[in-house]
């Protein structure tokens, strides 16, 4: 057994749980550990993703228990991409943070943190349904302390809103699990993927009900129309690099909506067929809904969140399709749309800490310091959220419209999403000439604190720069893309890897 | 018996989806309690029911329960009981800070920080 899969479990709570005890006095310290930790973890994601690359899916069961009695851990292609995404985005956050004295607004930020990229990688990582639910409620708890960070009434009042939402969201999974387990007897995907196919087609009513639950679930998570709602208030209410790093957290639904819907309820089964004839129409929606909020958005903040919806709709709109082509494309466009939201957000922040007066209003303010570097910011993530060339963002567009090209709703998604990307042109053309060039007066020269800017644009510039060699290196990312999307599409592989004596007692 | 639970998880099903949709906190916290303990009841049945029989196959036992649910239920129960604390302390911080208790937020939709 490879016990580095474990690590990303194991190394975010030991450092948080050090911060809190040991380091609740020394902030200093908690910086140093909250940096060091984050950079462990990504080096060991990466070693992870290389290990994956050889195309064998590593199980590791919790407690040595075989599947599916115990818990089991599964680091395949897909997992160990989301891995080394979440913690890239944890280091841009942790910088940022530290760089912008957000961490010393509030209490336990970094600790906070760490709890949150255990929860994502939990998330990506377990085997189990269950431990799905328990992996999306530590990071939820995580993120209700850090979209909550520094306080206010107005950032308070929206987080009883997400948390709210967030806690209907679990009930409502914990049915769908009560559901499943009560038709299947068993919680282990792998092994739910081998009951699911054996339920007789006439007989999948309970089953139907409890995808259609998990599909709402994820639905919520991932932040798609009509389920949307909690989105852009937390988004914009939230603390600039805790809205950077929730860029992640809607692509845990969109992982749980592919990771369930090809294992479990496979385009194949006889369950197959929900997930096809749900997502490309909502998606679509929650694309042109996302369009037009950016097109109307009255602050930066509202734009930047309605932006992360529209591309959420993107990426599902070529999930939906469920072909291994389009996969590959939308998980290119998935890891592009998470680090250009990451940079608009931290951008957001940038501007909202340079205009105190006029915060981020879309409306005429006194030119702003260091304008000519925020601007070029702002016009890079506009271009990546955009999806024009030359940022990757366009490749991405590109192969979702090359990949759903001769599918069932081919061109009407090669309309939409032309036809927002010009929406989304505009929008923040809008927002960039109202931001930066109608600014009047001169700039207030704020030598207040400067210290820490150096480090905020070494975050914003790392991102905009995973960005570039994104594009760069398109044609092997896209090759291993292609490799994970076949790895999803075999679902005999996954279960053959947890549940080695299955295929035993079937020789 | 399936009768008497599966009506006990409707009552607090519709109970607390209608308090959810109530416009102050109070009630939404309520109500959220209320579909919690709905959901633990729909999880323990989701076992069956069985009366008077070992968690654990023994042998000489004609049968046994299922005990795989009562512990889904015991960690469902935690975290609900964690999160219903949260919900709590921030409805309440938000209630002192904003001396108002409702749960939108006015002039939320249309760039809410004009009037801020």
């Given amino acids: 057994?490879?016990?580095?899969?474990?690590?990303?479990?194991?190394?975010?709570?030991?450092?948080?749980?050090?911060?809190?005890?040991?380091?609740?006095?020394?902030?200093?310290?908690?910086?140093?550990?909250?940096?060091?930790?984050?950079?462990?973890?990504?080096?060991?994601?990466?070693?992870?993703?290389?290990?994956?690359?050889?195309?064998?899916?590593?199980?590791?069961?919790?407690?040595?228990?075989?599947?599916?009695?115990?818990?089991?851990?599964?680091?395949?292609?897909?997992a160990a991409i989301m891995l080394v995404l979440t913690a890239v985005i944890a280091l841009a956050v942790v910088l940022y943070a530290i760089g912008s004295g957000w961490d010393h607004r509030g209490r336990h930020f970094h600790a906070l943190l760490q709890f949150q990229v255990l929860g994502l990688s939990g998330a990506f990582l377990t085997g189990d349904l269950f431990n799905l639910f328990v992996f999306f409620e530590v990071l939820l708890i995580a993120s209700y302390g850090l979209m909550?960070?520094?306080?206010?009434?107005?950032?308070?009042?929206?987080?009883?809103?997400?948390?709210?939402?967030?806690?209907?969201?679990?009930?409502?999974?914990?049915?769908?699990?009560?559901?499943?387990?009560?038709?299947?007897?068993?919680?282990?995907?792998?092994?739910l993927a081998v009951r699911v196919a054996e339920i007789p087609a006439d007989n999948t009513a309970l089953v139907r009900i409890a995808a259609v639950l998990l599909l709402l679930v994820f639905a919520v998570k991932a932040a798609l129309v009509p389920l949307h709602f909690w989105l852009p208030s937390t988004y914009a209410e939230a603390p600039g690099p805790v809205a950077a790093l929730f860029a992640i957290m809607t692509k845990v639904g969109v992982y749980a909506i592919l990771r369930v819907f090809t294992l479990i309820f496979a385009p194949a089964a006889a369950t197959g067929d929900l997930a096809q004839s749900w997502l490309p129409p909502l998606a679509m929606a929650t694309l042109i809904i996302g369009a037009i909020g950016v097109l109307g958005a009255r602050s930066l903040g509202r734009l930047a969140a309605l932006a992360t919806v529209g591309s959420v709709g993107t990426i599902l709109i070529a999930l939906g399709v469920f072909t291994p082509r389009s996969t590959a494309a939308a998980l290119y466009y998935m890891i592009h749309s998470t680090l250009a939201c990451a940079l608009l957000f931290l951008v957001v922040d940038l501007v909202r800490s340079r205009r105190p007066d006029h915060d981020d209003r879309?409306?005429?303010?006194?030119?702003?310091?260091?304008?000519?570097?925020?601007?070029?910011?702002?016009?890079?993530?506009?271009?990546?959220?955009?999806?024009?060339?030359?940022?990757?963002?366009?490749?991405?567009?590109?192969?979702?419209?090359?990949?759903?090209?001769?599918?069932?709703?081919?061109?009407?998604v090669w309309a939409i999403i032309l036809v927002t990307s010009l929406v989304l042109v505009v929008g923040f053309a809008r927002a960039g000439s109202i931001l930066f060039w109608q600014a009047s007066g001169e700039t207030k020269s704020e030598s207040a604190d400067t210290s820490g800017l150096r480090l905020t644009f070494v975050a914003a510039f790392g991102l905009l720069g995973s960005m570039v060699a994104l594009t760069l290196l398109a044609r092997p990312v896209l090759a291993?893309?292609?490799?994970?999307?076949?790895?999803?599409?075999?679902?005999?592989?996954?279960?053959?890897?947890?549940?080695?004596?299955?295929?035993?007692?079937?020789? | 018996m399936e009768y008497l639970v599966s009506i006990a998880v409707g009552v607090l099903v519709a109970g607390g989806t209608y308090l959810v949709l109530r416009l102050r906190t109070f009630p939404v916290?309520?109500?959220?309690?209320?579909?919690?303990?709905?959901?633990?009841?729909?999880?323990?049945?989701?076992?069956?029911?069985?009366l008077n029989l070992p968690p654990i196959w023994t042998g000489d036992a004609a049968a046994y329960t299922d005990p795989l649910p009562q512990a889904l239920v015991l960690t469902a129960i935690v975290i609900s009981f964690g999160m219903t604390a949260v919900v709590v302390m921030l409805a309440l911080s938000a209630y002192l800070t904003a001396r108002d208790d409702r749960i939108d937020t006015r002039d939320d939709d249309a760039g809410g920080r004009d009037q801020a």
């Fill in chain 1, 148 to 191: 909550i960070h520094g306080g206010g009434q107005k950032r308070l009042q929206a987080g009883v809103q997400y948390v709210v939402y967030n806690l209907l969201g679990s009930t409502l999974f914990l049915f769908a699990l009560g559901t499943i387990y009560a038709v299947t007897g068993t919680l282990n995907m792998a092994d």
């Fill in chain 1, 1 to 78: 057994m490879n016990h580095l899969i474990a690590v990303p479990l194991l190394l975010p709570p030991l450092v948080g749980a050090i911060m809190i005890t040991s380091m609740r006095h020394h902030p200093g310290m908690a910086r140093i550990f909250s940096v060091a930790g984050v950079s462990l973890l990504l080096l060991i994601n990466i070693w992870l993703l290389a290990q994956s690359g050889s195309g064998a899916i590593q199980t590791y069961e919790l407690g040595a228990w075989p599947a599916p009695f115990g818990i089991v851990l599964v680091l395949d292609r897909l």
């Fill in chain 1, 362 to 412: 879309l409306v005429p303010a006194p030119a702003i310091m260091q304008g000519g570097l925020v601007s070029s910011l702002f016009l890079a993530s506009a271009v990546g959220m955009a999806g024009l060339p030359p940022l990757s963002g366009f490749i991405g567009k590109l192969l979702i419209l090359s990949g759903v090209r001769g599918t069932e709703p081919g061109w009407t």
């Fill in chain 1, 480 to 507: 291993f893309l292609t490799d994970t999307a076949a790895q999803v599409y075999d679902p005999a592989a996954y279960i053959s890897a947890v549940l080695p004596q299955l295929g035993e007692i079937q020789q």
């Fill in chain 2, 29 to 50: 916290i309520l109500g959220i309690s209320l579909l919690s303990y709905a959901v633990n009841l729909f999880l323990f049945s989701s076992g069956r029911l069985a």
